[in-house]
Structures are given as structure tokens and as C-alpha cells.
């Protein structure tokens, strides 16, 4: 019996020694982007970005598995460029930002797959339509700078724009569309250890 102890004992320390406190990290956004590109007359590709966006990361293991994403992007805040062509987008053609001016995502799950490779699934919602999309993500590493603890993500995936009613649809003479029905979405993310929030936490548990 008291070998069992023992055994129980050291299971139990072994198992609080490897835990971590959840930590909140902020995305920080002067180095971090979300770009986009999709197919134009099948022959080319156009790219954008969405300028403004915030949202948070809840860390619960130090290898960020297992961790809590929320993103809102100021759909408004589109960029291609083109005046116009941004006109465009913002218009109900595509993703009305008048009537639908964020865009949301919030993950479901984060699970590591492979060195620095995670899978990330979560809802995405685009003019108050919500899928579920699974998208890859590597992880470039950790490094601490202005007395802050950063980590870097590059998120890379894919939606059908008209899955979300993204609905402009043109073809050309030769066939195809003038806008291709895939966009394509790369997100490469610094994130920053949010010290205050992560005190606030701890206070509440």
C-alpha cells in the first residue's frame, strides 16, 4: 500500500509539474497581416488584405496545443489596391459591410499534429453565415523583446466564397470566372503575452 502511495504521489507531481496556467496573448498587430488571394479570369491571381482586425489567444499548454482563438476582422477595412475594385467588394455584390461590417472566427480546436504543426478548426462567419473550416497552421517559435514573451504563427487555408454568399458571379468569353469561387487565406500572426489580462485570469480562478 505504501508503495502505491508512493507511486500515486510522484503520478500526481509529474502531472502539476508539466501544467500550465492558462496565459491570454494578444495579437500584435503591427507584425501581423491577413491576406487573401483568389483567381482572376483563371489566368492570374488577385491579392488583398483586411487592415484592421483584433482578437486574443487563451494558452493553455506550453506548446500552445489545445489553445482558445477569437478573431474579428473590420471587413470594411479590405484592401486590394484598387479604389474601386474595393468599392466593389464592399458593396452587396460581395460582403455588404454596411449591413455585415465584421467578420468572426473562433476556433474549436487546436491540435498538434507534427513538429511545429497544428490543425485549427473553428467557425468562420462571413455576412452572418457560419462554417466550419479547417485550416493548418506552423508554429515559427517563441522569443522575448520589450518585456514581452512573443510567439509566431502562419495560418494557411481555403474557403468557397459562395458558401458565404460572397455571390458575384461573372464569366468570361473562354469560359471560367472572372472571379474564382476559392480564396485563398494565409494569416501570419505574432501574438504578445498579455501579462494584465493573464493576472486578471488567475484572479477569477
Not at 502511495?5 to 501544467?19: A, G, N, R, V, Y
Not at 488583398?48 to 477595412?77: C, Q, R, Y
Not at 485563398?184 to 503575452?193: C, K, M, R, W
Request: net charge negative.
Amino acid at each position: 500500500m505504501k508503495t502505491l502511495t508512493i507511486i500515486f504521489s510522484l503520478f500526481l507531481f509529474s502531472f502539476t509539474s508539466f501544467s500550465t496556467n492558462p496565459t491570454t496573448w494578444d495579437f500584435d498587430k503591427a507584425h501581423s497581416s491577413i491576406i487573401f488571394s483568389v483567381h482572376h479570369m483563371v489566368i492570374s491571381e488577385v491579392s488583398g488584405s483586411f487592415k484592421n482586425f483584433d482578437g486574443s489567444v487563451i494558452v493553455k499548454n506550453d506548446d500552445f496545443s489545445d489553445s482558445e482563438i477569437e478573431l474579428t476582422i473590420d471587413a470594411t477595412s479590405i484592401d486590394t489596391d484598387n479604389e474601386g475594385r474595393d468599392k466593389h467588394l464592399r458593396a452587396d455584390d460581395f460582403f455588404n459591410t454596411e449591413k455585415f461590417p465584421q467578420i468572426k472566427f473562433k476556433s474549436k480546436s487546436f491540435t498538434k499534429v507534427g513538429e511545429n504543426k497544428f490543425k485549427l478548426v473553428g467557425d468562420l462567419t462571413i455576412r452572418d453565415i457560419t462554417k466550419e473550416v479547417e485550416w493548418d497552421a506552423t508554429f515559427g517559435g517563441t522569443a522575448v523583446a520589450w518585456g514581452a514573451k512573443h510567439a509566431g504563427f502562419k495560418v494557411v487555408g481555403a474557403i468557397n466564397r459562395f458558401d458565404y454568399g460572397l455571390k458575384w458571379n461573372k464569366t468570361i468569353e473562354t469560359g471560367g470566372l472572372v472571379a474564382g469561387d476559392i480564396v485563398t487565406i494565409i494569416a501570419n500572426v505574432e501574438l504578445a503575452q498579455h501579462k494584465e489580462k493573464t493576472e486578471e485570469a488567475e484572479k477569477k480562478k
